[in-house]
């Protein structure tokens, strides 16, 4: 043992810094989950503020907002996974139709690129391409439509985020379903082809079901994240004025607990929410080794 430590600790030494910054940022906070049980008061602390039990879920499952907030969010992350889902194969099949090599890394590049950008840029531009002003506004007024409230209309502001959302990290599934995609064996294409199969008969029936398990295996690990609908693209984007139909768990949690400095309620509503995501993950994890043979222990 300590002959073999003798050559690992510096691999040892790499991991510690993260394990620290782990301890630090994931389990320390852990602490403050006791607030969500209390009538916390920042001036008496965790220790002097007194209990109240379970009054403040019982309030928060109380309050429409926070039950519209869960309503919202699933939508929101339900059809981000299937309209991603559709995008990053469907664009997939047509980069493996490309036989130019040089073509197909330039497309790929494209479509990756959105997915390194933050959301706080990301959020800028399509604030500017969206407004009434704007060059998508412009575009539809020239081909004589009036213009769309992307951005404050109450009905169009989810699909909006949806949409944009999808735009911008398709790319990254792209990349996923196209190595599965060249890792099939090339002997079912060439039986296809002596069978008489054209490029389209191909794709139907050898391409698309060869990538059924890898497409059931990422739609079921993103079930575990459906509680996060996009945080950072939803509180750059969203007003007031669409609170209603764009408020998501997350948002919900940073008015109420940061700026409403209601510390216990807001601590209540992430316990909440971690607790369901919890239970999601370990859920899709089951269904993703009994469907897809993917295990992670």
């Known amino acids: 043992m300590i002959k073999r430590l003798r050559y690992e600790w510096p691999y040892h030494a790499l991991l510690l810094p993260g394990v620290i910054l782990t301890f630090i940022f994931s389990y320390l906070p852990i602490y403050g989950i006791i607030m969500a049980f209390q009538d916390y008061n920042p001036g008496l602390g965790f220790i002097g503020s007194p209990w109240v039990g379970l009054d403040n879920f019982k309030l928060i499952f109380s309050t429409p907002q926070f039950l519209r907030s869960i309503y919202n969010t699933f939508y929101i992350s339900l059809f981000k996974i299937v309209l991603q889902t559709l995008a990053s194969v469907s664009f997939a099949l047509m980069l493996n139709e490309i036989r130019l090599t040089s073509a197909k890394r330039i497309y790929q590049t494209i479509v990756y690129i959105p997915n390194f950008i933050s959301w706080v840029i990301m959020a800028g531009i399509l604030l500017n391409l969206l407004a009434t002003d704007g060059m998508i506004n412009a575009l539809i007024k020239a081909m004589g439509g009036r213009p769309i409230q992307f951005i404050s209309n109450r009905s169009i502001f989810p699909w909006t985020i949806i949409i944009t959302d999808v735009w911008k990290t398709f790319g990254f599934g792209t990349v996923v379903y196209l190595a599965s995609i060249t890792s099939i064996d090339p002997e079912l294409y ?98 993703a080794y009994r469907f897809a043979n993917y295990r992670v222990f």
């Open 190 to 287: 060439e039986a296809a082809v002596i069978d008489g199969a054209g490029r389209w008969k191909q794709t139907r029936y050898v391409t698309i079901p060869m990538l059924y398990p890898i497409i059931i295996l990422m739609v079921v690990l993103s079930l575990g994240n459906v509680l996060n609908a996009g945080f950072d693209q939803v509180f750059n984007l969203y007003s007031p004025a669409v609170f209603p139909t764009g408020d998501i768990i997350d948002t919900f949690v940073y008015r109420l607990g940061l700026q409403n400095g209601k510390y216990a309620i807001g601590t209540a509503v992430g316990l909440f929410k971690s607790v369901i995501s919890c239970t999601l993950i370990s859920l899709s994890l089951y269904i």
